[in-house]
Every structure is written in structure tokens, then in C-alpha cells.
């Protein structure tokens, strides 16, 4: 058998270490034990008290019971009684017949168990688990263990890390999260304190007023998986059933986005990556496509849940819709999507919408239904997406385009990099600025010229321009270590933008001074060589990072005066 290291030691300790285990219960409902004890019909010269095995038969029946009884201890046949025992069998007894009964046991034995995989809470792995495994490798013919591979899953307790429980009020009813309600107080199950809890519950009416939210069973169901880790037990909190919920929300609009590009009667065809027309988004987005992929199908082969869950969810929610959703905007016909029908980037968002869809189906079985069902599938795909085939890795490997990936990185910096100085200066109309880059290597600025034009539209600018040298009079703005951004900055306020590299420049500075102490010490050489080189480079990042900044200050406008 195969499952988490996690629990292996424990299970393999707990079967080694051998134990009495009282399998009999006083419960009205349970198994009966087939146990009969011989209540008359006993020889008068043989009695009870004197028998070793005491007057019990175990049978199946009460009339095999006498039976049993006739032979084993010469009762009259005529005049034999049993009665049978009023105990059951242990629940976790009874479970753990399960595999054997399913499939025969005792009359026939079937070759083969009814599971191959088995799933189940990790605080049962002793009580039921372990037991099957004990009582069906000693009764099977061929002493096989009842499954090849157990995959676990931990207790879900409340926010607070409490296990949940009626007498403490932490309960959470999935119904309330799935249909909503006015109930608000299962977002503060477990407060410490009735003080707190009215306190807590006064600041949520406030963001739901009009009570919980109904956020359907696919949110709930993401929400679980996504804390699927076996080695910590699920913490859970009400709020994350929310952002799952946004989740469905955003790939919802995403497919609504891709419906208005796509002409009446679109039929989605495959796309070559050699294909000329494709923007460096949809080679960027395939490839995406393809890692996440990878990623999925080995998360879900060892029941990594949450891997899985996070692969899709950082896929969908930040390559897919936050990035080349954006970028589309830019690249197809926004007003005439007749425009778009033999357009690459259009069947390239069907692709992925598709493959985002497929994925997603395990966790979000109900939405995921209703976009394929929108989707402009070719002729020939299943009706649903439960039968339809899945690409493979293998499929999406002409996708793997990894220096693509690398392009894309200085493109999505760049973006990022001159968005945070317009918020920061509170630029009110993009299309009038006028901005330059600098790369530490032509290869990055020959990298972002080929895409300047995607750069520019999707920010709206009205030049751009990539500088071999520094322009004069410009201040500029570090976007990471190898790309510089100057702009004319006359006219704003930079007052806060000096502050915040005053106060990043300080923050450096204390982490320099203590590294260079560092090494400045006389018992240093003698450190391993791999600690040296490594605290080495940190001083000389360090440093460069701090001369940036300064290049920074000294041409940042002063504080204008009032």
C-alpha cells in the first residue's frame, strides 16, 4: 500500500504494537454478535461450570447453534435451547469488514476488492483504516490488503483552530454557506466571549447587511480543497467561501469577455504555435497553459488537493483573466467581432477557457457545466464536460516556451513598473505622458521594443521610448534590477514618492551596514566558501540597490511649496 509519509510511521507503529481490542457493545443498533450460549437441553452429569469452553457456540444461526451444541456437548437434540448474546459488534468491527463482505465473504471471495483507492479522514486512520487493512490481509485467501493506496484528509475545525462541536457553538451548517441566510453568527463561531461576539458580529452586519451571501456548493467545495493539505488540520473561516465564490465570478466573466469577441456561429479551431499572428500573449498563455497543467496532473496522481486547486485558481485568476484577458482588450476587435473569426488570439481564448474549464470541473462541477455549455466547441466534442477528453501534457508540450515565458516577465514588469508611477503621482491622462526604459542588457530592451506597441496600448500611453543611455532631466524609477524608467515630473507633486524611497533607502541601509559588519569581521575567512560568496553578493546587491535609489532622489523634483 501507498499513502502520505505523513502518517506512515504512525499506521506501520500502531500494527506492530499489539493490543487487546474489546469488540463488544451495549448499543440497540449493530451487528448482533453470532455468539449462543446453551440456556437448556445440557446432560445433568456434565455441568455448566465444569466445561472449559464455557456453554457459548458461535454460529450464524440459532439453528446451527444447536446444532453445534447437540455435537459439542451432547445435548437432547429434542430439548437443546440457545439464546443469543444481547451485545453487537463494535462499529469500527463491522467497518472493517467491509472490503470482504462486498465482495462475498464468507460464502465466496471474490479476486477482487470493491476499492482501489482509499479516501477518509486522518483522526480514523487507526479506528477503521488500520483495521481493514488488519482483519482483511488475515482473512483473504491470498492475504492482500483490501486497497493499493489511502489518501487522507484532516479535520476541518473552526477559525480559531477549535475542534467544532454543538456544546461550543462553532458548528457551521454548509446549507447557511451554500444558500445564504440572515444568520450571521456562523461567521463568528467560537468567539471567546459573548463581548466579542457581538462585537464581531456588529462589524459584519455592516459588510452584509442584507445577510450572508448565497455562495452555492461549488465555492464551498473549492474552498475545502484549497486547504487540503494533509499535514495541518483545515482552519476553517466562513470569509474563504467568499473569495471561492469570487473565483466562479471571475471566470464567468471571463467567458462572458470572450463571448462578445467572438463572432455569431464561431467555431473554435486548433492553432499551430509556429503561427505567425499569434501576439507573445498567446504563446505566453499557452505556455502557462501547459505548466499548470503539469502541475495539476501530478497534485491530483498523489492526491495533492490543494496543489491542484491553488494550480488552477493561479492560472485562471492570474495569467488568464488578469494578464491576457487584458491584453485581448488590446489585440481583438472590441467593436466588430466579425473581425475576430479567423483571428489566432480568438480561437487561443477558447483554448484556454476550454482546458480552464476541463480542469476546474473536479472542484466547480456545476458552473463548470454551464460555461461549457456557452463554449463554441468544434464539431465533434462531448456534449458534456464530464465526457470530454482532457488534453494531456503530451498535447500541450509544443507549448512549453520557456523563452517566451521570459519575455513575458519584462513586458508584465514594465506594466506593473509605470502603473505604480501613475497611481503614485496620480497621472490623470495616461495618453499624455511621455516615457523612456533603460535595460541593463540589449537583449531585455530589443525584448521589450518588439513589444512596445502592446506595452503602449494597453497603457494608454502616447510614447514610450527604450534609451541606450539616460535622458537629462528626467527623474527616474527603479522597476527591478536590470530595467530603469524616467519621466518628466515637473509638474506633479513627488513629495510622497520621496518619502517612500527615503524611507526603502533607510531600510537597505541598516540591512547593508549589518551584512558589511558581517564580513568585516576577522573570523569571516573562515566561514565555508558558499556562505561567503552568498553574503558577498547580498552586500553588492544591497549596494547597487541603494545607489538606484539615490540616482533616484537626486533627480526627484522638491517638495512644491504652498
Not at 85 to 90: A, G, I, N, R, T
Not at 320 to 340: A, G, R
Request: glycine share 4%; aromatic share 8%.
Amino acid at each position: 500500500m501507498t499513502f502520505s509519509p505523513v502518517f506512515s510511521s504512525f499506521l506501520i507503529r500502531w500494527l506492530r504494537d499489539r493490543r487487546d481490542w474489546c469488540i463488544s457493545r451495549q448499543l440497540y443498533w449493530g451487528h448482533r454478535i453470532p455468539a449462543w450460549r446453551v440456556t437448556g437441553g445440557l446432560p445433568e452429569n456434565q455441568p455448566v461450570d465444569n466445561m472449559v469452553d464455557g456453554p457459548w457456540i458461535v454460529a450464524s444461526s440459532a439453528t446451527e447453534a444447536k446444532q453445534h451444541a447437540v455435537t459439542k456437548f451432547n445435548c437432547d437434540p429434542a430439548s437443546v435451547c440457545v439464546e443469543q448474546d444481547s451485545d453487537v459488534l463494535d462499529t469500527w468491527f463491522s467497518s472493517a469488514l467491509l472490503p470482504l463482505s462486498v465482495a462475498g465473504w464468507p460464502n465466496t471471495l471474490n479476486d477482487l476488492y470493491p476499492l482501489s483507492i482509499m479516501e477518509t479522514g486522518s483522526d480514523i486512520l487507526f479506528f477503521w483504516v488500520a483495521r481493514m487493512v488488519m482483519l482483511c490481509s488475515e482473512l483473504h485467501d491470498g492475504n492482500a490488503p483490501p486497497f493499493g493506496k489511502i489518501a487522507l484528509h484532516q479535520l476541518i475545525l473552526d477559525a480559531r483552530g477549535q475542534k467544532m462541536s454543538k456544546s461550543k457553538g462553532n458548528v457551521i451548517d454548509p446549507l447557511h454557506l451554500i444558500n445564504g441566510g440572515d444568520d450571521l453568527s456562523v461567521l463568528v463561531a467560537g468567539a471567546d466571549s459573548e463581548t466579542e461576539r457581538e462585537k464581531l458580529l456588529e462589524a459584519i452586519r455592516g459588510k452584509f447587511p442584507d445577510g450572508f451571501p448565497p455562495c452555492g456548493a461549488d465555492a464551498l467545495r473549492f474552498c475545502l480543497a484549497l486547504h487540503m493539505n494533509e499535514d495541518t488540520n483545515i482552519h476553517f473561516d466562513a470569509n474563504n467561501v467568499l473569495l471561492a465564490r469570487n473565483f466562479s465570478t471571475k471566470i464567468w466573466n471571463a467567458t462572458r469577455f470572450a463571448h462578445r469577441q467572438w463572432p455569431e456561429n464561431f467555431k473554435a479551431e486548433p492553432v499551430d504555435p509556429s503561427n505567425a499572428d499569434l501576439s507573445l500573449s498567446d504563446r505566453w498563455i499557452m505556455h502557462k497553459a501547459h505548466a499548470m497543467l503539469k502541475v495539476f496532473d501530478t497534485a491530483m496522481d498523489s492526491f495533492e488537493l490543494a496543489n491542484a486547486a491553488i494550480s488552477i485558481r493561479l492560472f485562471v485568476w492570474t495569467y488568464l483573466c488578469d494578464s491576457h484577458v487584458e491584453f485581448m482588450k488590446t489585440i481583438l476587435d472590441q467593436t466588430n467581432p466579425e473581425n475576430n473569426r479567423n483571428h489566432p488570439s480568438a480561437h487561443i481564448l477558447y483554448c484556454v477557457l476550454s482546458l480552464s474549464v476541463q480542469v476546474l470541473h473536479c472542484f466547480k462541477p456545476h458552473i463548470t457545466e454551464e460555461l461549457w455549455q456557452a463554449l463554441p466547441h468544434p464539431d465533434g466534442t462531448s456534449e458534456h464536460v464530464i465526457t470530454s477528453s482532457l488534453p494531456t501534457v503530451a498535447d500541450l508540450s509544443p507549448w512549453h516556451l520557456p523563452e517566451v515565458e521570459a519575455n513575458m516577465d519584462v513586458v508584465l514588469s514594465v506594466i506593473r513598473g509605470i502603473r505604480n508611477v501613475q497611481a503614485t503621482f496620480g497621472f490623470t491622462n495616461p495618453s499624455e505622458q511621455s516615457l523612456s526604459l533603460c535595460f541593463d542588457t540589449v537583449k531585455l530592451a530589443d525584448c521589450c521594443r518588439e513589444n512596445i506597441s502592446l506595452i503602449k496600448r494597453l497603457l494608454k500611453l502616447r510614447d514610450l521610448h527604450i534609451l541606450d543611455e539616460k535622458p537629462e532631466g528626467q527623474v527616474s524609477f527603479v522597476i527591478d534590477d536590470s530595467c530603469v524608467l524616467y519621466a518628466d515630473l515637473s509638474r506633479a507633486d513627488c513629495s510622497a514618492q520621496r518619502t517612500r524611497l527615503e524611507k526603502k533607502k533607510d531600510k537597505l541601509t541598516v540591512q547593508y551596514q549589518k551584512l558589511n559588519a558581517i564580513i568585516s569581521q576577522q573570523g569571516f575567512a573562515s566561514a565555508p566558501v558558499h556562505i561567503q560568496e552568498t553574503n558577498r553578493n547580498r552586500v553588492d546587491g544591497l549596494k547597487a540597490e541603494i545607489d538606484k535609489i539615490e540616482e533616484s532622489l537626486a533627480t526627484l523634483p522638491e517638495a512644491k511649496s504652498s
